[in-house]
């Protein structure tokens, strides 16, 4: 019948069109396992080609919770090419499957004829309404980046400085959490209004998607995300932007520096020497392409006894040793504190949860610190 929640889902659909490609999503056959359940919730899958723009997957969303009768949406987004390659394997590696009904998998698409063209980097741009944009990274994941990344826009923010954090860990985006703001970003005007929390404003892949779905995307994709996140999200003018790093050396970091022109990177690291050697790595990519360590911030220095006894769980000193070999400041040593991962837990940062407590005092001496760069 015309009138069916599956029928209204199918308008909808063909509403939403793909730059790329100038057809809709529907009859671009992008769109697949459309489930819809009589309590009004929609499911489905969307292929992305690495040429699209991923807010494609918000507009998706957008256009079925306005149909009448939605009730709940969920979009899974899904790399075409993975998924391509994977139906391909399921057909026993032939290039001709047969293909299937647009409700069930896309059909398998031929192999490109030559490999694409080389394409050269892209020349960094200065955003100079972003103020000065620093990436805070580490080498290895679990070392406390992101905490340190929200408590010192907290910090800066309580300062009277204009702070804008950008999530750049897609693939581990928790900056929603730890700042206290799980809600979807309004859209005006084609711009991404960003949501703010503690005088700080926030963009992050973690609002764009569902709560349990990965991001297995390629690097062109990571690129294109950092690159809306820059220049398609209404910032205002800030005078601090912090990039909230993924671990590693990958494509979210050649991603934002070829991208925008940083005014440094901030290493994080904890004392063992694990941690160190990776730190190392991160800091020398940086230095590879031209961007300034602006310093190392020793975190998990050390845990302080109820009798007043520090104790160097995670070793000494491995933060000091980093920041002489790379002849940068040492920024700043913090302990832990329990408060410090129940305010990261609850999304109220420590240095505004427990600003006397010693881990608070640190950051804020960084943030400080920072500042007067």
Do not use: C
């Amino acid at each position: 019948m015309a009138h069916t929640l599956s029928a209204r889902v199918d308008r909808a659909l063909s509403t939403v069109v793909n730059p790329r490609t100038g057809a809709d999503v529907l009859s671009g056959e992008q769109v697949r396992d459309i489930a819809t359940s009589t309590q009004g919730r929609v499911r489905l899958t969307l292929l992305l080609e690495t040429a699209d723009d991923p807010t494609l997957a918000r507009d998706v969303r957008q256009a079925l919770e306005a149909v009448s009768g939605v009730t709940e949406v969920r979009v899974d987004v899904v790399d075409a090419e993975t998924d391509a390659r994977r139906l391909r394997e399921s057909a026993g590696g032939q290039p001709n499957a047969t293909p299937s009904p647009r409700r069930k998998p896309l059909p398998v698409m031929a192999e490109p004829q030559s490999a694409p063209r080389a394409v050269p980097a892209p020349t960094p741009e200065a955003f100079p309404a972003l103020g000065r944009i620093i990436a805070v990274s580490s080498g290895k994941g679990g070392v406390g980046k992101s905490t340190v990344t929200v408590n010192l826009a907290a910090a800066l923010a309580r300062r009277g400085r204009h702070v804008g954090l950008l999530d750049a860990d897609i693939y581990g985006p928790d900056i929603p959490r730890m700042m206290g703001v799980m809600a979807a970003p309004a859209v005006d005007n084609d711009k991404i209004v960003p949501p703010e929390a503690h005088g700080v404003k926030l963009m992050s892949l973690g609002f764009l998607i569902e709560r349990d779905q990965p991001a297995i995307w390629r690097g062109p994709i990571v690129m294109k995300i950092i690159n809306q996140f820059l220049r398609d999200v209404r910032w205002g003018r800030l005078d601090y932007l912090l990039v909230d790093m993924p671990p590693g050396t990958g494509d979210a970091q050649l991603s934002l520096v070829q991208a925008a022109q940083l005014a440094g990177a901030i290493i994080v690291t904890t004392p063992q020497d694990v941690a160190v050697g990776d730190a190392l790595r991160g800091a020398k990519m940086f230095e590879r392409v031209g961007v300034p360590v602006i310093g190392v911030v020793e975190n998990m220095s050390w845990f302080e006894m109820p009798g007043g006894e520090k104790q160097p769980i995670f070793g000494s000193g491995g933060g000091a040793r980093l920041a002489l070999e790379l002849g940068v400041p040492l920024l700043g040593e913090i302990p832990l504190y329990q408060l410090v991962r129940e305010g990261g837990d609850a999304g109220n940062p420590v240095v505004l949860a427990a600003p006397d407590s010693a881990a608070a005092r640190a950051m804020t001496a960084i943030a400080e610190t920072i500042d007067r760069g």
